[in-house]
């Protein structure tokens, strides 16, 4: 199989990520590639990594290649005083309604789900949101800061407001706020990195926006505007609709391949993944969206592939015909999702150890919180 002749990739997720966004600039230096940070907070100070995601469902490849893999990949790369923290989210997720039972039955499946992507909990925190009161506190502190005219040009925002106007659903206060919990989520812990995909770029500006407001009028140093490490794979598209990203909300179930489909179904939803009809195999993401999105998961589907890019990757491959194309993908894909799908049946029905494991994450995360919000705190006059 052509993933298995492959070359091991060189650069390390760090490079990688900082590359991506941007804040590194990347030289030739005879036969070595070096990398100059150009931001202060890389250097020596320990790091703080923090991300999140919403425990509603089962994650699906765009999640895990535009997210969850690099958490692992940061977990087993970061030096040992790198502080790891990842949280389900589930405060984010009640800002659309949620049948409760269902809630509660997402977030004991995405703590396991988390473990069997290969987060360590010995070696990260991994904690659900509203085990840890310290994030809403912050929140509202920080809501007595911020724009609602930022808040309302916020593009999540506006397309649901444009939903709205359309006759969609009602639009409630959580959900214009939403960013504002994001931002107390990383400010809280302290966070100098935020792995994520690009669609959270945004809000992660505005949390660097709201910490530097905050500490002008609170004085320097309260808070930490974290860098943002938007993954390689930024944005993971729909299959059957490669102008959409790849959601777990998208209504037809054949869009996304989740980290629990059987390899079947991984092989089947590839075949009918849209396409078109022109010639040979080329990286035009415009204008061939639905190709190119094949050749982004095959790209980072998995440590070994052979060429540095999608348009090296898409010259490799171009004596195959679509068919051929789509199968090395699910070949790949299939690769990167059983193992997780296997390891995830067992923990899932270990209850007593996904009990100890958010007991433990709930405590280690809420001492985490004490010291920035304790700041928080006295810099506005609480205590
Ligand atoms: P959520 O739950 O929508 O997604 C979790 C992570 O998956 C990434 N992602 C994708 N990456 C590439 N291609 C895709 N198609 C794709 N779909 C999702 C997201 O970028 C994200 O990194 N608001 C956040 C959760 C959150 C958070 C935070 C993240 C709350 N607080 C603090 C970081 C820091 C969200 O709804 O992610």
């Known amino acids: 199989m052509f993933a298995r002749h492959c070359v091991q990739r060189r650069d ?40 999140g995601i919403q425990p509603t469902g089962v994650p699906h490849l765009g999640n895990y290649l535009g997210a969850l893999q690099q958490w692992v990949k940061l977990q087993n790369e970061s030096s040992p005083d790198t502080t790891l923290i990842y949280s389900l989210v589930d405060l984010h997720a009640i800002t659309i309604r949620q049948d409760p039972a269902l809630l509660r039955q997402w977030k004991k499946e995405s703590l396991a789900m988390l473990l069997a992507i290969g987060l360590d909990p010995k070696r990260s925190i991994v904690f659900h949101q509203s085990d840890v009161p310290a994030h809403t506190e912050l929140m509202w502190i920080l809501s007595c800061q911020a724009s609602t005219g930022y ?116 092989r089947s939803k590839i075949k009918s993944a849209v396409t078109d009809s022109f010639d040979g195999i080329t990286y035009q993401p415009d204008r061939r969206p639905g190709v190119s999105n094949l050749l982004d998961i095959f790209f980072h589907s998995g440590e070994a592939v052979e060429t540095d890019d999608q348009v090296a990757l898409a010259k490799h491959l171009e004596g195959l015909n679509l068919k051929a194309v789509k199968e090395e ?55």
């Open 12 to 51: 390390t997720l760090w490079r990688q990520a900082a590359i991506a966004a941007g804040r590194y600039t990347r030289f030739n230096n005879g036969l070595t590639h070096q990398y100059r940070a150009l931001s202060a907070t890389t250097t020596n100070p320990p790091k703080t990594i923090f991300s």
């Open 151 to 266: 808040l309302g040009r916020m593009t999540q925002w506006k397309d649901k407001t444009a939903n709205e106007k359309d006759g969609g659903e009602k639009l409630k206060l959580g959900l214009f706020s939403y960013p504002v919990l994001q931002a107390a989520d990383v400010l809280v812990h302290g966070a100098t990195h935020v792995p994520v995909g690009h669609d959270q770029a945004q809000h992660l500006e505005f949390a660097r926006q709201i910490a530097n407001g905050f500490n002008e009028n609170y004085g320097k140093d309260v808070l930490l505007a974290p860098e943002t490490l938007i993954s390689p794979a930024k944005r993971i598209m729909s299959l059957t609709d490669p102008s959409t990203k790849m959601s777990k909300s998208h209504p037809n179930p054949k869009s996304r391949i989740l980290l629990t489909d059987s390899d079947d179904a991984i």
């Open 329 to 383: 993908v699910a070949m790949a894909v299939i690769e990167v999702v059983r193992p997780i799908r296997e390891r995830y049946e067992n923990i899932v029905q270990d209850q007593k150890m996904l009990d100890r494991v958010a007991e433990e994450g709930k405590e280690k995360a809420r001492r985490s919180a004490e010291m920035v919000l304790g700041r928080v705190r006295k810099a506005v006059g609480l205590f």
